[in-house]
């Protein structure tokens, strides 16, 4: 069994972040922590939902220190209040930040969040962004094999090999219907660039070596 010892005090809005009564749980939930494990009983912590860019490291240590360095997961946090509809981009932002400085489990935020319940789509797209959130904190933490799977992308782009770099995408069936929909004539190239394609020009004259 694990224990979630709740943030009851999770700041709401940006104005609430690290105040006194936030601070002030989580020495509460740093004891209840010593509890648990006195116990043998496994906890983990949740954390605040909005938080400015510029204090998301100083409470993630802050955190650590005080609940003895439990297992810390957060809602986002949301670095911005202004962007119903797209806070699953405020949320990867804060997400990214906060995992790269000590955050354990990054809780996912969809586009509906603050606006009505969410539906499928509104999931896949809160899910998506918050696995490229954990996936740039994963390379950022030099965990072993976390950048496998960007050079792996990035020698499909250099082979303009275009299956592999769908197969790759972390969402394949958007990247597939973005490529379908605007074809190029040349089939090896994107629709940006077309034949003045960077890649394909500097491919040329490697060859030519």
Known sequence: MTLSLGDGLRPGCLKDSTDAPQIQELIMLGELTKQAWKRKVQVMIEGPGHVPLNEIISNMQIQKKLCHGAPFYVLGPLVTDIAPGYDHITSAIGGALAAANGANFLCYVTPAEHLRLPDLDDM??????????????????????????????????????????????????????????????????CSMCGEFCAIKRSNRVLDKQ
């Open 124 to 189: 896949k797209e809160g899910i998506i962004a918050s696995r490229i959130a954990a996936h740039a904190a994963d390379i950022a933490n030099g965990l072993p094999g976390a950048m496998d799977w960007d050079n792996a992308m990035s020698k499909a782009r250099h082979d303009l090999d275009w299956k592999k770099q769908i197969e790759l995408s972390i969402d394949p069936e958007k990247a597939k219907r973005y490529r379908e929909s605007a074809a190029p004539l040349d089939s090896d190239v």
